[in-house]
């Protein structure tokens, strides 16, 4: 069946680090594919997605590539501020595999960052 | 406009007791999806609307829960002869139809179970 696997947190990083939280997929069909942000406190909303292989998905600063020959979807940022601290969820939509529009949802990589 | 409301915020009830937890879409949405988030777990799928019928209730995990949606709006997520291990946040999600529509996401309702 479909599912997402996603690097384990937490993560700590120092103000203006490099960040990568890595998400790898199984799918049978051609899903689309999520990164949501959960905020302390909130709810969780989109941060960015991609449709199809190659596509680049764009946000805040935030980026990640759809990857069909590595089934990957990593995030990345260039230069993380303790305002990205929060809670970072991968998760896929494959339409062909159920029936409806389901979320398969990773566990989530919890991300503080340190002034 | 609007978000995607829930209510409660926060519900303390007795192991036994049953509850009834409340979403409201995005006027114009006609998926609703119910989530579960456990203390250091990922989201658990319980159930999807489109409409007001439930194509996918695999996700339910037990007989002591149950979904309904009226009016292809508002829905009621109901667990009855509530357990300890129901004590988690439960979250309500909406979207357009379509597969690659985002979905929306509430605030949740914190279920605590003494």
């Known amino acids: 069946g479909d599912s997402v696997t996603q690097m384990e947190g937490p993560v700590t990083l120092s103000e203006e680090a490099f960040l990568t939280i890595n998400c790898t997929y199984t799918a049978t069909g051609y899903p689309s594919l999520f990164w949501y942000v959960q905020y302390p406190g909130e709810g969780l909303q989109l941060l960015l997605k991609a449709t199809k292989a190659d596509d680049k998905g764009s946000n805040k600063g935030f980026e990640a590539t759809y990857r069909k020959e590595t089934t990957s979807f990593h995030l990345e940022k260039g230069s993380v501020q303790v305002s990205d601290s929060a809670v970072y969820f991968c998760?896929?939509?494959?339409?062909?595999?159920?029936?409806?529009?389901?979320?398969?949802f990773g566990t989530g990589t919890s991300l503080t960052v340190i002034p | 406009g609007a978000g995607v409301s829930q209510s409660p915020s926060n519900k303390v009830t007795e192991k036994g007791k049953d509850v009834e937890l409340r979403c409201d879409p995005i006027s114009g949405h006609t998926a609703l999806y119910w989530y579960r988030q456990s203390l250091g777990q990922g989201l658990e799928f319980l159930i999807y609307f489109q409409g007001n019928s439930a194509p996918d209730k695999s996700g339910l995990p037990s007989d002591r829960f149950s979904a309904e949606r009226t009016g292809g709006s508002v829905s009621t997520l109901t667990i009855q002869r509530t357990q300890q291990e129901d004590s988690a946040v439960y979250l309500c999600?909406?979207?357009?139809?379509?597969?690659?529509?985002?979905?929306?996401f509430g605030p949740g309702t914190r279920l605590t179970v003494l």
């Open positions: 998760a896929l939509s494959d339409p062909l595999s159920n029936t409806g529009n389901q979320f398969y």
């Open positions: 999600a909406s979207s357009l139809e379509g597969s690659y529509n985002e979905q929306f």
